[in-house]
């Protein structure tokens, strides 16, 4: 079992920038493929990002295509979600996720492990 810790949220401007950090401990990152995930109040949970075991394969919700870069460092057991040119409705608690299955998804209920979530909030 593997557990997960968010770390790097916070309140940012309109324009600016944030990295958030997913940090595992109970067992090598290397085993799973690991998603970023978000949920604004009042709204359904939404896939933002997900990278493949070794990185070479990502994929991106629409919505923060070319703004967010999903990256993450197995020897350091961390993955990351680089956000940048945020707008206020990338307002939400973003979670990383881990799935042990051998293919990479984006569907939440399919992934195994979760954080506890990180808040991200944009003001206008």
């Known amino acids: 079992q593997v557990q997960l810790v968010e770390s790097g949220g916070g309140l940012v401007q309109a324009g600016g920038s944030l990295r958030l950090s997913c940090a595992a401990s109970?067992?090598?990152?290397?085993?799973?493929?690991m998603g970023w995930f978000r949920q604004a109040p009042g709204k359904e949970r939404e896939t933002v990002a997900a990278?493949?075991?070794?990185?070479?394969?990502?994929t991106y919700a629409d919505s923060v295509k070319g703004r967010f870069t999903i990256s993450r460092d197995n020897a350091k057991n961390t993955v990351y979600l680089q956000m940048n040119s945020l707008k206020p409705e990338d307002t939400a608690v973003y979670y990383c996720?881990?799935?042990?299955?051998?293919?990479?998804?984006?569907?939440?209920?399919?992934?195994?492990?979760w954080g506890q979530g990180t808040q991200v909030t944009v003001s206008s």
């Open positions: 996720a881990a799935d042990s299955g051998i293919m990479l998804v984006t569907e939440g209920p399919k992934y195994d492990y």
């Open positions: 109970g067992h090598t990152l290397s085993s799973y493929n």
């Open positions: 990278i493949s075991r070794l990185g070479r394969s990502t």
